[in-house]
């Protein structure tokens, strides 16, 4: 990264630069990295920031040809540029619109956009509206995850999480878009929506499906759906055929009684259907982990799905991983495992977790 701005900026500190992040770099998070890096731009850059955005904006890589990010090191440098833009750019709209233009053509501006949308959301979708149209497609995937109301470690946009219909347009747009790496994006933007709006959500996918069919709209249909599915929203379920009045019953419903941290649950059981009709099933099961408080936090997870008919009987077994990760820290003691077909929890037991053996 200091190889490509001294190459741009002769007259860049780029050893200064280099001492300012390296001894403190081990041992960091990616967002404490990210944000050392952000530092030290703002330390070695010209402190006038259209100087500093045209310099950020030369030093990047040729813009990728595919819809793919490109190679890690290539991604931390632009997502270190898109996080000073949006830090330091907030008094040169135009300026800053254009320099994470650039930026996410390389790989995304997602984040490096959030606080443009806090201080100046109308005028930000404006830009956006123009930017659904455009050849790149990490543009046009940028207007969708860009202004996302839940985007994963961004700040949440409020007003787009109270007001859906700020945003839907944008993905009308994008619904039908030629790059998967965009339709996806509208999958995950809608199933942000789906969890304060669950039934404008399912209209608007109903509206989608019922316009066009094609592998691509269920795909997106299906992705965009998965947290109320997990829920058993009725709506989500009749959307892709399945009934939450499943004819089913689970039978001799086996688990591990202990499972020690860093090892796996094992768990079987018997899925039997008694439909005259042949019956779509979703089987999930959830895993409710203990708290530190001693109550029960609940996980849904895909198990299967698939066609049953009357009489018909299958065998299910799974195992879960308690392998310790940094995502989640595990509390001994009683936790639950249920099984649920259709949104409908039909079968629960107790096991407990222990210190490592």
Known sequence: MGDRIKGVYLSFDQHGFESFILPGLNGLSYSERLGLITEALEQFLPKDFPTAASILID????????????????????????????RN??????????????????????WGVRPFFLQFPHKTLSVFNKWAVDDDPHVRRLVSEGSRPYLPWGKKIPLFENEPMYTIPLLEKLKDDPSEYVRRSVANHLNDHSKKHPDLVVQTLKRWKEEKGDKNRRRLIRHALRTLLKKGHPGALALLGFQTDARVAINNLVADKKVAIGDYLNFSFELCAFSKNKQALMVDYIIFYRKANG??????FKLTTLAMEEGEQVFLSKRQSFKVITTRKYQLGQHRLAIQVNGVVLAEIDFELVDLL
Do not use: W
Not at 69 to 81: H, L, Q
Not at 295 to 300: A, E, I
């Open 59 to 86: 030093s990047l890589m040729d813009p990728y040809l595919s819809d793919q990010p490109g190679e890690m090191k290539d991604r931390f440098i632009v997502a270190t540029k898109a996080a000073y833009v949006g």
């Open 295 to 300: 109550g029960l936090s609940p996980r849904v």
């Open 89 to 110: 750019g907030l008094g040169h709209f135009d300026i800053s619109m254009n320099a994470l233009y650039e930026i996410t053509r390389r790989l995304t501006a997602e």
